[in-house]
């Protein structure tokens, strides 16, 4: 039974292991073009989601001060409407976390699996 000697021995008898078909062949299949588009959508939705949040802590910032004005009477009043509306902003803050954690931890993932493409790159030249 015969041993190859060096390294290049078995790339050629094996082509799928060597370095620039592994990596060629991750980036094939993670099809970057299509996850561009799929991080420029999660891109708008969490500015969007910004935008919304700071429309809405202007709000809350308004409905406190009309709060604190208000008389005693007008407080008991006040106080269900107000007190919901920081109920539905820490909701609202938690999706939006949730949605941005998940769209990192996402990408985060798929480039983590990812084969280094610089021992693939260095063996072509």
């Known amino acids: 039974m015969d041993t190859p000697q060096g390294g290049s021995d078995l790339v050629e008898s094996n082509p799928s ?4 078909f592994i990596v060629s062949n991750f980036w ?22 910004l935008e919304n949040s700071q429309k809405n802590r202007r709000k809350l910032a308004e ?3 009309d709060f604190k ?16 509306g920081y109920q539905e902003e820490i909701d609202n803050l938690t999706k939006r ?10 990408i985060y993932q798929k480039l983590y699996e990812a084969p280094d493409p610089y021992p693939g790159l260095a063996s072509i030249t």
Do not use: C, H, W, Y
Not at 17 to 20: A, I, L, T, W, Y
Not at 28 to 49: H, T
Not at 97 to 106: D, H, I, S
């Open 28 to 49: 094939k299949e993670l099809d970057l073009e299509k996850e561009k588009s799929l991080l420029d959508g999660q891109g708008l939705r969490i500015a969007e989601n």
């Open 69 to 84: 004005k208000a008389s005693a009477e007008e407080k008991l009043r006040l106080f269900n409407s107000l007190l919901k």
């Open 97 to 106: 976390a949730k949605f941005g954690e998940n769209t990192f931890l996402n």
């Open 63 to 65: 409905s406190t001060r």
């Open 17 to 20: 292991s060597s370095p620039v």
